[in-house]
């Protein structure tokens, strides 16, 4: 006989854990779906120390370990399974995870955002160590630092220009020779004096042992390798979204689930969304967690109107 619950969550940032902790204290008794990959984009950053509560800093992995553990300790059940098949044709909904099944009233999505990365020698092994997809996250560690940002969107010349807050020069790399982003976002990028621009160029590896200690460039014009030093490399190429599982029954835009705000009511009554899954604006650890309390509490308000 299939498991049916009142709430079954997708995902473990800290907009899930947030969903959890607020279901189970509302006595839901919830049932998480962590994913393989646990945890979300905080499992990659070292220091936090832009969420509240913590003047010391904590490592992002701590922070997420400890709020699995509150919602634990309030009965949410945690499983580190992925979710393989959700039907929202249904009700009650269908969720999958391997040869598992469980059917649920109400559905929280908060399966994140993945960074888009270069895939390039040396990036893997030095994220955290000076390879950061999160300038607000990360750049206040690069005080008086040379810093390269890749990209040339929007989210290129935003990242760009805050880091220079930090860093004693920043210089964008670009693979053609003129930015996608708007007129007004790349006007306030090339007047600052701080600033540098590298065209028609693309990034071949990262260098460094312990820390990064450069860039090997390749123009992609002459097809000329160099290294370029820098204490950081911040990727600005963009975020996937973990929604491929909703396409065709949940409304999508640019792969994001679009949210009823303020609420967090997505196309299909009793499916709820929060954190990255939803955001191409903020992107913060605390605006994830707010929205995974808002998708617990409108939850919660679906069943108890009867669920409709």
Same mark, same amino acid.
């Given at each position: 006989m &299939?498991? /049916?619950?009142?709430? @079954?969550?997708?995902?473990?940032?800290?907009?899930? $854990? &947030? #969903? #959890?902790?607020? #279901?189970? =204290?509302?006595? !839901? /008794?919830?049932? @998480? !779906?962590?994913g393989l990959d646990a945890g979300g984009q905080l499992m990659l950053? &070292? /220091?936090v120390e832009n969420f509240p509560g913590f003047p010391g800093a904590i490592m992002g992995p701590e922070l997420m370990d400890a709020m699995e553990k509150q919602a634990a300790r309030f009965g949410a059940e945690l499983l580190h399974q992925t979710a393989t098949r959700v039907d929202l044709s249904d009700r009650p909904f269908g969720v999958r995870a391997g040869d598992q099944e469980w059917r649920t009233r109400t559905l929280i999505v908060a399966t994140g955002a993945t960074a888009m990365w270069l895939g390039v020698p040396g990036e893997e092994r030095l994220r955290g160590r000076g390879v950061s997809a999160c300038a607000t996250c990360d750049g206040f560690f690069f005080r008086d630092r040379e810093l390269v940002v890749v990209g040339g969107g929007d989210t290129a010349m935003e990242e760009a220009t805050f880091l220079t807050r930090f860093a004693s020069r920043v210089t964008i790399v670009h693979r053609r020779d003129e930015f996608r982003a708007s007129r007004i976002m790349q006007g306030r990028a090339l007047a600052d004096p701080k600033i540098s621009v590298i065209w028609d160029t693309v990034v071949e590896e990262i260098l460094g042992e312990q820390a990064v200690t450069?860039?090997?460039? =390749?123009?992609? =014009?002459?097809?000329? @390798?160099s290294d370029f030093p820098a204490d950081? @490399? $911040?990727m600005a190429i963009g975020h996937s979204p973990n929604t491929s599982l909703f396409e065709g029954q949940l409304e999508l835009s640019n792969g994001y689930i679009v949210v009823q705000e303020p609420r967090t009511s997505t196309s299909v009554p009793g499916v709820f969304a929060a954190g990255d899954v939803t955001d191409v604006v903020y992107r913060q650890a605390v605006t994830a967690a707010g929205q995974g309390c808002k998708a617990a509490i409108d939850a919660e308000r679906f069943l108890a109107a009867g669920g409709h």
């Open positions: &299939t498991d /049916e619950r009142n709430v @079954v969550i997708l995902g473990s940032g800290p907009a899930g $854990f &947030t #969903a #959890a902790l607020y #279901a189970a =204290r509302a006595d !839901l /008794e919830p049932l @998480v !779906l962590k950053t &070292t /220091e450069g860039v090997r460039l =390749r123009n992609v =014009r002459r097809d000329q @390798v950081g @490399v $911040f």
